[in-house]
């Protein structure tokens, strides 16, 4: 057994993503590890279209979140930039770009406020909270 083990912790974990005024929640339990200097989350997201796996990584100033089944997408930010992604979807892969405005990184929680466009045509402004703490197994 390598000595370099990561260690995963079971949490829940609370999402809250303001899309222009309109506020979408989702409440799920997932794993929280740490390597290095990177914090990652990771919990599924149940959908009537399927099951989608989420991993959020976060170090200081930037934030990668990867879905992966009845979702694909991946989104960067990185504090003060415009960074690509991506969103494939039954319609084919648009192309996103995410203008980060604010990155807030604390113990259980998650904030970023971004505006995104998708295909050259901007979707909206966007105000994403993820809350996660240890539960027991």
């Known amino acids: 057994m ?4 990561v260690e ?3 949490v829940k974990v609370h999402v ?3 899309i222009n005024k309109e506020l979408y929640e989702l409440t799920a339990f997932g794993r929280y590890s740490e390597k290095g200097a990177s ?3 990771q919990y599924d997201e149940v959908m009537p279209e399927g099951t989608t796996h989420t991993t959020v990584k976060v ?4 934030v990668l979140i990867l879905r992966k089944g009845a979702v694909d997408m991946r989104l960067h930010f990185i504090l003060d930039k415009k960074t690509s992604g991506n969103i494939k979807t039954t319609h084919g892969l648009m192309m996103t770009e995410a203008d980060t405005k604010r990155i807030l990184l604390a113990e259980g929680r998650v904030e970023v406020a971004y505006e995104l466009t998708i295909q050259g045509s901007l979707a909206g402004t966007y105000e994403m909270k993820i809350e996660y703490e240890e539960v027991s197994e």
């Open 16 to 18: 809250k993503n303001m």
């Open 39 to 41: 914090r990652y989350l």
């Open 2 to 5: 390598s000595s370099n083990a």
């Open 8 to 10: 995963t912790i079971p």
């Open 59 to 62: 170090k200081e100033g930037e």
